[in-house]
Structure formats: C-alpha cells, structure tokens
C-alpha cells in the first residue's frame, strides 16, 4: 500500500502563491500516477493535475496556465505551485496516487483558501 500526506497549504491572497507538496511512502515503486485532487464545501471533488513517473503531466482547464504540477521521484514526494490564485480555488487539496494495479490512495488534504 501507499501513504500519502499533504502540507503546504494556508490562507493566501488573491493572485498569491502557494506550494503544496505530498509525501509518499509505502510501495512508492508500484505508483505509476500521481496527481492532486481538490474539493470545496458542498461540492464534489475534482481533479486538478496528474503526473506520471517519467513526468508526463495533465491539468484541468481551470488551472491550467496558472499551477505546475511536479514530481521528485528519488525523494517520493509530488510538487503543486499555484500561481495567480483565485477565491475559486478555495478548496481542501488532496493528494492521489494509482498504482499499477488501478488501486487508488489518498492523503487527507491540506486547507487552501484564497480570501482578500
């Protein structure tokens, strides 16, 4: 199995920056994708980025332009800078890894909020 955990996140103004990362332990080397998911209250949740190990990425329409999404893969840890950040971004980030058996894990979030 993979464990996940998320920091990083924090209250920020609109069109700040914020880093989130998401370490991973367990069986790190049966994970192929990785990615970062996010839910506001009352809303279901989405995905934002996704990154494969050798580095192919994948952004939703709505942050695309603006967050980066990366991966370091001999620290096992996975990168999401958000530039230009607006209220809509407001939402609990979750960190998701799919092994290559399909198997899909979670992490427990980190709070972002963008508030003037």
């Known amino acids: 199995q993979v464990q996940l955990v998320e920091s990083g996140g924090g209250l920020v103004q609109p069109g700040g920056s914020l880093r989130l990362s998401c370490a991973a332990s367990g069986s790190i080397f049966s994970v192929n994708v990785m990615g970062w998911y996010r839910q506001a209250p009352g809303k279901e949740r989405e995905l934002v980025a996704t990154?494969?190990?050798?580095?192919?990425?994948d952004y939703s329409d709505s942050v695309k332009g603006r967050f980066t999404i990366s991966r370091d893969n001999v620290k096992n840890t996975v990168f999401l800078q958000m530039n230009s950040l607006k209220p809509e971004d407001t939402a609990v980030y979750y960190c998701?890894?799919?092994?290559?058996?399909?198997?899909?894990?979670w992490g427990q979030g980190t709070q972002v909020t963008v508030s003037s």
């Open positions: 990154i494969t190990r050798g580095g192919s990425t």
């Open positions: 998701k890894a799919v092994d290559r058996w399909s198997i899909d894990y």
